[in-house]
Nanobody, 124 residues
Framework: QLQASGGGLVQDGDALRLSCAAS????????MGWFRQAPGKERECVAAVNWNSGSTYYADSVKGRFTISRDNAKNTVYLQMNSLKPEDTAVYSC???????????????????WGQGTLVTVSS
């Protein structure tokens, strides 16, 4: 089970940190990802992390502004979002992949467990 939190209303240029707490058989988690979906747009993976190695992926739109990290002891993945822009407004969801893959999944099909979304609104 995944529980996402940390969304809210911020202004252009502000920062926000999202958290995704995993419970249950967390030892089965291979990869964790953060996705977002804005109204009228497709869901996109903004960041992902290999649970064990720590290798990461970032979408071009967030590189240099967002940082994904994990705390293995707390079974929690974070998404630090800096220099937020109005176009970052979306519902953000975390996801887990519980089986081994050749690489780090960067699409929704690559994940089999999903948490509920948390809304991030960036005002101009």
């Amino acid at each position: 089970q995944l529980q996402a939190s940390g969304g809210g209303l911020v202004q252009d240029g502000d920062a926000l940190r999202l958290s995704c707490a995993a419970s249950g058989r967390t030892s089965s988690n291979y990869h964790m990802g953060w996705f977002r979906q804005a109204p009228g747009k497709e869901r996109e993976c903004v960041a992902a992390v290999n649970w064990n190695s720590g290798s990461t992926y970032y979408a071009d739109s967030v590189k240099g502004r967002f940082t994904i990290s994990r705390d293995n002891a707390k079974n929690t993945v974070y998404l630090q979002m800096n220099s937020l822009k109005p176009e970052d407004t979306a519902v953000y969801s975390c996801a887990a992949r519980t089986s081994r893959t050749l690489g780090l999944p960067t699409t929704a099909l690559g994940y089999n467990y999903w948490g509920q979304g948390t809304l991030v609104t960036v005002s101009s």
